[in-house]
């Protein structure tokens, strides 16, 4: 009998430490231990981060509930020799397994990346790696290396003609060399089989038809102008007539400010000045947007060869066939600045 009641017991004990372990090993893997009763949050893992810092950090930012358990199932699934840097959204109630084996696995959410309103480089490089680890002017001096930008068809002008102005997804710790890629790779795609042959049949590169499009998107914040005012500019390329656009000269002076192109500043001597030098620019003198881009490839077909601003400062304009047009209207704006006094 006294044999019976101890087996009894024992199993009684026994099966109260596995109830016991059970519960608390159900609690330290599945029982919400990150952000609990708190928002989602993103955590960003640098390269140089250790298991230690990070769980330092975790402390710090109080995103963790119990350290304790979240170091015993850290160590039972290996992540202090797997910490994989990157950007991670933790999630609010979530376990600490769930978050240890998403840590573990390298699986970052990626960051948005937008950039519009660009003018040079070193403005590009600072919007683009606004959200991102990367330094900007780590990257300003990578796309400035004449030799890599080379291999890819560009020099260290054109090379802006690459970055195609839209909204990226991409991981906050991507490299210089993998974000120019990824950046080649959407120029790429962007410039198909259709748009190429639209720049073929207009006898133009994809990256004179950019520099093109920098200086319509400049020139007029119509978009439904800018076919047209693309036209103007392809029957002066085609009758080898100098494009005289005031937006060169603007970008060639270096003051955006300009409000007024005067003589003086039509005579400076910068491979940008239209009025001075036959052609397209060398480079861009914005990054335009896509809207800009195919207004060009799509072009509005007609005879016009001059615009002008139109006198009530609406930003369209008015087009001339000839010359003497296109004085008329020149001299309608000219007297609405001066009313204006805009100098």
């Known amino acids: 009998m006294a044999i019976k009641n101890r087996k009894f017991v024992v199993l009684i ?3 109260t430490l596995l109830i016991t372990f059970s519960f608390y090993f159900y609690q330290v893997f599945f029982t919400a ?9 993103y955590l960003y893992i640098s390269d140089s981060t250790s298991y230690e810092k990070l769980i330092h950090e975790l402390i710090q930012k109080k995103i963790i509930e119990d350290i304790i358990s979240f170091r015993f199932v850290s160590k039972l699934v290996g992540y202090p020799n797997k910490v ?6 933790l999630e609010s109630n979530t376990s600490n397994l769930y978050t240890i084996l998403k840590l573990r696995s390298g699986k970052q959410n990626p960051v948005k990346v937008t950039f519009t309103n660009v003018r040079l480089k070193k403005n590009l490089s600072g919007k683009i790696c ?6 900007s002017l780590a990257f300003d001096r990578f796309i400035s290396n004449s030799e890599w ?3 890819y068809g560009f020099d260290t002008t054109t090379v802006l003609c690459m970055f195609i102005p839209n909204t990226y997804e991409m991981y906050w710790n991507i490299s210089s060399e993998k974000l120019f890629k990824r950046f080649y790779h959407e120029y790429q795609s962007f410039w198909n089989s259709q748009r190429r042959e639209k720049a073929n049949a207009m006898g133009l590169t994809p990256i004179q038809v950019i520099i093109l499009a920098s200086i319509v998107e400049v020139e007029t914040g119509s978009k439904e102008e800018r076919p047209r005012v693309a036209g103007v500019y392809i029957n002066r390329l085609n009758k080898n007539m100098r494009l005289q656009a005031d937006p060169t000269i603007v970008f060639a002076v270096g003051s955006f400010e300009l409000k007024r192109v005067l003589a003086k500043h039509k005579k400076i001597d910068s ?3 239209t009025y001075k030098y036959s052609g397209l620019p060398p480079g861009p003198i914005y990054i335009p947007s896509i809207t800009s881009i195919d207004a060009v490839l799509n ?3 007609h005879d016009y060869l001059y615009f002008c601003a139109k006198e009530d400062f609406s930003g369209n304009h008015r087009f001339a066939i000839s010359f003497e047009e296109h004085l008329k209207n020149a001299q309608r704006y000219q007297k609405a600045l001066n009313q204006a006094h805009i100098n």
């Open 84 to 89: 994989r840097p990157g950007r991670y959204l």
């Open 33 to 41: 231990n990150i952000q609990v009763e708190k928002k989602n949050t």
């Open 149 to 151: 930008v080379q291999k």
């Open 130 to 135: 606004r959200n991102l680890e990367l330094d």
């Open 13 to 15: 004990f026994t099966s």
């Open 271 to 273: 491979p940008y000045n």
């Open 299 to 301: 072009y509005e077909k």
